[in-house]
């Protein structure tokens, strides 16, 4: 019997580690990293145990099913080979069976709580296929381990035993190929993810504050090949990461343009660029991008992945918000595989959108994404004289206007904003016709070249100056001129219009009252919370500005996008529904009468729901009402 066993684990063993070198020698085959994969196995145990269960642990019984699964599958095949391995200190039989038992129980009961979670049938975000007998295979290995735990004697194993082992053997060899073509892929992948992360400062630092790395990387625009093309094109890291995935359908969940029915799927997306690697791909059996066309499917590392496993309107319909990065268990970075294509298609191929194609040309040829004169920008805050800071001049807040400056509507809020700036008696002035645009919609659309030409430009108009900190009222310029600057040689001090105000209301440079009137929801722009993780002082000036505040479902880190980021408009993806209308509604369901707004996007994206909808208000035209003279 104890050399049965010992020969199943070893045939086992070998077939993982098959797997293993099949599967990175496939990984292999990205571009490097220039980072130790040794050097970041040490850090695996805490990624995932740490940063990978924070999110599972966002769903309970979720997370109670992958701990018992998982936890019961491991832990009870560690003792049978403890059990079995020669050179081992002796251990009473008795005691290895308990052992086992302990574990696959729990293993059984995960193994059924996954399977419920698919009776009477299979919920759209999850995929069907192999994750059907999945549990089934789970379950068989357990339970047929426990049958012969409890049967095996001195003398053998009695009947009972000889069934537990036949059922046993069957659920080994089923996880065995899940293990080479199925779902449990995804557990040698994401130890080969978590171990060269492309972004390491997403993980925790001691388990204190949350870290935010979102800033895209600089192409090194002297090289013949920029972004990606084909697999192969993508970092090792990477091509792991899409291996990883568990098609848990989260990222489906929070995806606005799923919502929206455009034709992107995250799930769908990453198990496309898995299937990308390979001639001959396992099946998708999940929820497809809706109504995105049949592609020919074929794979290979040389193999071009868009027109070929994506459709075009996939990449351009994201609105790169970072939901379904925020939702992934296995963190992966969908957003960056985004941006990634663009940069191929736009600046390898030239193939972009009409609308997009338009503004990246006024963006090249007039250092504005809507073609408008740069003088024009300052219109909306003409009347209130505020001073133009001049090269060799300096002032303590530089104000940054921003694209939205240019919009009317959001021409009110920038005037509360300045308003209120005056009432606390700061000294600031903006660029005047010398502020080019931050170049956040170039880089999304993927032209890397245009974003670096006008970031050069801005970096250079703002190093004639002097100025104790930038302010703007628009996230994105916000997180470009923070984030994205330094890495070219930008470097200064940028805060959010909302982090001012409620620090001016925290020192008493400015003094609220709450004001009477109908609820307020506040809306969080993607790119100021899920980017930057500013979430609470802008509730903070609500509830100091406003006596009802109320939540809308969708909110925070998990907020939705109004649609208006990642060069989206432009791209002008065909959809069912609008995304703004997906969010007003979500707002009209939470009481509010008014939706409190940051950002001039979401304001311009956000009005534009047609019908009775609540009144969209920049959060800095709340407190100016309610401020006390």
Known sequence: ??????????????????????????????????????????LVPRRYLVDVHHVVARRPRNARMHALAAGGLLGGSLALLLGVLPGMPPVPGFIIRIVAIVFFVPGAWGALIDRARRRPHTPSQLS??????????????????????????????HAAGLAGLALALAGGVALLVAVGRGPMRHGLAGIAWLTGHTRPGRFARAGLLRPFDTALWPLDLVHERLGVLTPRDFTRPELASFDACIQCGRCEEACPAF?????????????????????????????????????????????????????????WACTTCRACVEECPMLIEHVDAVIALRRGQTLMKGAVPAG?????????????????????????????????LAPGEETDIL?????????????????????????????????????????DVARRLGDEATFQALARDAIGVLGTRR????????????????????????????????????????????????RDGPAVAYHDPCYLGRYNGVIDAPRRLLDAACRTRVEVERHGMRSMCCGGGGGSPASDVDAVTRIPDLRMEQV?????????????????????????????????????????P
Request: hydrophobic share 50%; proline share 5%; with cysteine.
């Open 356 to 388: 997009a194609e338009q503004v990246l040309r006024a963006s090249r040829e007039q250092a504005e994404p809507g073609g408008r004169a740069l003088d024009a920008r300052t219109d909306g805050i003409a009347a209130l004289d505020v001073p133009v």
């Open 588 to 628: 009209r369901q939470s009481g509010a009468s008014i939706v409190a707004v940051a950002c001039p996007g979401c304001t311009a994206m956000l009005e534009g729901v047609t019908g009775e909808r609540p009144e969209v208000k920049d959060v800095a035209e709340l407190v100016l009402e309610a401020v006390v």
């Open 128 to 157: 069907g296929g192999a994750f059907v007998w999945l549990p089934v295979a789970l379950l068989a290995w357990c339970v047929g381990n426990v049958v012969v735990a409890l049967s095996v004697s001195d003398t053998g194993l």
């Open 259 to 315: 919502a929206a029915g455009q034709r992107l799927n995250p799930k769908a997306l990453i198990q496309g660029l898995s299937g990308a690697m390979r001639e001959r791909p396992a099946p998708y059996a999940g929820s497809p991008a809706p109504h995105a066309p049949a592609m020919p499917g074929g794979g290979g590392m040389d193999a071009e992945i868009v027109g070929q496993v994506l459709a075009p309107d996939t990449l």
């Open 1 to 42: 019997m104890r050399w049965l066993v010992l020969a199943e684990m070893a045939c086992a063993g070998a077939a993982v580690a098959l797997v293993w070198m099949v599967l990175l020698a496939r990984w292999l085959k990205g571009r490097p990293v220039g980072r130790s994969w040794l050097a970041g196995l040490v």
């Open 399 to 439: 104000l940054w206007l921003g694209e939205g400056a240019y919009d009317l509507r959001y021409g009110r809020s920038l005037r509360a904003l300045v308003t209120l700036m005056r009432k606390a008696g700061l000294r600031f002035a903006t660029l005047g016709a010398d502020e080019v645009d931050c170049g």
């Open 467 to 514: 100025f104790g900190r930038i302010v703007t009222a628009d996230p994105h310029a916000f997180h470009v001129l923070k984030n994205e600057y330094p890495a070219l040689g930008g470097t200064w001090v940028v805060e959010h219009h909302t982090t001012l105000l409620d620090e001016l209301v925290r020192d008493g440079r400015l003094v609220l009252a709450q």
